[in-house]
C-alpha cells in the first residue's frame, strides 16, 4: 500500500470542516489548521457570564446536506445532534403595528399570510408555483456541482433546461414581488430572503426569489445550540483520522512552477508538506497566502462587491418574553431608504430591521432561571474604514428604541451581560474581506458566475472553499462548498 497523500486544510470554518471529512473519506492524511481557538469560523460559541451565545449563524436550511454528509461516513447526523423543525419559523412585527407569525411549509406559510392580510390565496399560490419553479431551474444544478464546462455533461444540466427560461435574472426580486403581490408588507416579507446571502432585494435578481421555497422544505433550530454543528462535523473529522491544529496562523502556501507543495506556518521556519492544499478561508486571504496578487484570478475576485456585513450584539437577559419566538424580526418603515443607506451610502441603517434569535427558547440551559440570550442582529455595510465605535453606540439605541416600543416592555433595564461583533471584528477573526457574512454579493445577474471556482485555474494542487467561492455563503452551502473542492482535489489524488 503506497503512502497516504497529505492534504492541509486552512481554516476549521464548515467549509473547511467538510472539505476536511470528504478527504479523509477518500483515504488522504488531513491536516486542518485554524487561527481560532476552535472550529466553526463564523458559527463560533461565546459565554458572558451564566449566558450562553451562538455567535453568527442562527437558522439551519437544507439540513439534508449535513445528513448526506454523514452518511457518506456511515454516519447519522442524529447521533450527534438534534435538528429541531420549526413551526412558526419567525414572528414578525411591522412597523404599522401587524404583528404575524410566519408558519412552516407552503401550506402553513399560506395559511399565515392569508390569515394576517399579507396575502390573497391566490396571490400567494401564483408566487408559491414561481419560487418553487425557480429553485427547481437554478438549485440542484448549481449549488452541488461544481461551476465549468462539466455541467454540460450532468444530467441536471437536461433537467433544469426546462426551466432555465424562467430564471427571471432581467428583473429585481423587488420588481418582481410587486408583480405578484398588492400588500407591501408582502414585498418585505419576501424581500428580506436578499439578506440572506448578504445582497439587497432592490438590486439582487428575480431569480433569488427561490430562496424561501429553500426555508418552505425545513427551517431548524438545533436543540444543543447551533454550536453544536461545527463540533459534530469535528467530531467526525477526529473519527476518520482528521488531525486539527487551532490557535495556528497559515502565513503562506508555498508553490513553485504553479504546484502547490505545503503551507508555512507563523512563527515557524521549516514548511508543512502538502500534496494539496485546500483554502476554506475567504478568498482574498487564499491570495494574500499565494502571495500572486496579479493573478488574473485574483483581480476578477477583487472586482466583486462583498455581500453585506453585520452589526451584532449579544444580550444576556434577566426577564422573559413569552410574546417572542427563538426566531423574531423588527421590520423598518422604509425599506428602500434601509438598502440604500447599507449597500449605496455604505453605513448603519437610520432606522434598521431587526433581528433577535433567542437560542435559550430551544435550549434553555444557555440562559439562568428566568433570562434569555439574545443575538441581535442588524445588516451592514461592509467594512471601508467607517467609525463603527460610535455608530454602534448610536445603533444599540436605535435599537433598543424600536424593539420596547413595538414589544410595549422595557428590554434595557434587564441587560446583564453585553458583547458585540462589529464589521471590523468579523473580519479580523475569520479574516473575510470587510466583515462580509457571505462571500460576495448577489447584487447582479451574473454574481452566482463571478464565485471562485473551487479548483484553482493557474496552481496544481490548490482548491478553494468557503462563502466566497462556489456556490456561496450560508452554512448549508459552505458545507457543499467544501464537498464539492474536495470532491475535485479527491479526483486529482486518484
Ligand atoms: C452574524 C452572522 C449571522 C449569520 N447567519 C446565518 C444564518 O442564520 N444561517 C446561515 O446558514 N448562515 C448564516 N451566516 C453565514 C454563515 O455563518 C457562513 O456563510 C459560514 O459559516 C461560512 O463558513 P466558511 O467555512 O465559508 O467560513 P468561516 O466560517 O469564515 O471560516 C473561515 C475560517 O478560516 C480561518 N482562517 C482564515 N484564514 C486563516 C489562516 N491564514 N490560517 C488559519 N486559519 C485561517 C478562520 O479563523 C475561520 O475559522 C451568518 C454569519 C454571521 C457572521
Redesign the pocket.
Known sequence: MGLKKQVVV???????LAAAIRMALSGARVRV????TGP????FTERLGAWRFDT??????MVEVFEKLFEQAGRRLTDYLTPVKLDPVCHYWFADGTFFKAGAGPDGLARSMVGAGLATEREIQRFLKYSRDLYRAAGPLFLENPLGWGLLVNPTFWKSLWYLPRLDASRTMMQALRSFFKDPRAWQYFGRYATYNGSSPYRAPATLNLIPWVEMQGAYAVREGIYAIPRALEKLGRELGVEFVYQ???ERIEHHNKVISGVRIEGQDEVVYADMVIC???VH?TYR?IQEPGSPWNLRYKATEPSSS?Y?FYWGIEATYPEMGLNNIFFSSDYEREFREIFEERKLPTEPTIYVNIGSKVTPEDAPHGGENWFV?VNAPYHQGQDWDSEGKSLRERILDIVEKRLGRPVRSYIREEGSWSPPE?EQL???RGGS??GISSNSANAAFLRHPNKHPEFKGLYVC??SAHPG????L?VLSGQISAQLAAKELR
Open positions: 486552512v481554516g476549521a470554518g464548515l467549509s473547511g489548521f485554524d487561527a481560532r466553526g469560523g463564523k458559527a453568527g449563524p442562527s437558522l439551519l436550511t495556528t496562523r497559515v476554506a478561508s475567504d486571504e497566502l453585520g451584532v442582529l468579523i475569520t479574516s473575510s457574512l457571505y468557503g462563502g455563503g450560508g452554512m448549508p459552505a
